[in-house]
């Protein structure tokens, strides 16, 4: 299994990015997708996450600027990012936590981060 992110940049205060998540490999389902961020010198957070249901939670720092959504359809992920601020900045990280048979074990797997880099 791989994920696979993408997206990320260099914009201005105040821009917007899309970024996506592509999980591909031999997988049953996937339970919840999210985006974490880590910021330089500081642990990885969670910045929004997606059930398979649709229900969603954010970051408060991402409530009312962040969306995240999902297609299952295809294993994707995708955070859209608008009124981006400095303090935004890091690699953004995209996990899923799956099954790869028909029973109740789950796996949590990451991709390998994008950085998003947003300038005063």
């Known amino acids: 299994v791989q994920l696979q992110a993408s997206g990320g940049g260099l914009v201005q205060a105040g821009g917007s990015l899309r970024l996506s998540c592509d999980a591909s490999?031999?997988?049953?389902?996937?339970?919840?997708m999210g985006w974490y961020r880590q910021g330089p010198g500081l642990q990885r957070e969670l910045v929004a996450r997606?059930?398979?249901?649709?229900?969603?939670n954010y970051a408060d720092s991402a409530k009312g600027r962040f969306t995240i959504s999902r297609d299952n359809t295809k294993n994707a992920v995708y955070l859209q990012m608008n009124s981006l601020k400095p303090e935004d900045t890091g690699v953004y990280y995209c996990?899923?936590?799956?099954?790869?048979?028909?029973?109740?074990?789950?796996?949590?797997?990451w991709g390998q981060g994008t950085q998003v880099t947003v300038s005063s």
């Open positions: 996990n899923a936590d799956l099954s790869l048979n028909n029973d109740n074990r789950r796996f949590r797997y």
């Open positions: 490999g031999r997988i049953f389902s996937i339970d919840v």
């Open positions: 997606i059930i398979s249901d649709g229900r969603t």
